[in-house]
């Protein structure tokens, strides 16, 4: 539970990193590249200890493919509320394709 905690803070932190500079495009762009990555530091200081907190019970592809689901999860919550984007049918879609993979990933 600790790495899913750890990923998913980090997943908001690198959303943000990535994205947040969206609704600020009258921002020049070098700084919203050093903003981001001061964000993606922050990131950094939980991703790094999920990863090594969890790869003692997860392979490394089982590891990604739980940051993938988490990501895809934060994303959908933030398109909506911070960029105020729907989510449109095929998106969704898409979505769901991508993590039907989960399945084969921690298939036995």
Known sequence: MRTIALLTVSNVFMTFA??????YKSVPLWQAIVVSWLIAFVEYCFQVPANRFGHCQFSAAQLKT??????????????VFYLREGLKWNY?????????????IFKK
């Open 92 to 104: 969704l879609v898409g979505f769901f394709l991508m993590t039907g993979a989960v399945f084969f």
């Open 18 to 23: 990535w994205y947040g500079h969206l609704r």
């Open 66 to 79: 739980i940051q993938e689901v988490i990501t895809l999860i934060v994303f959908c919550v933030f398109s």
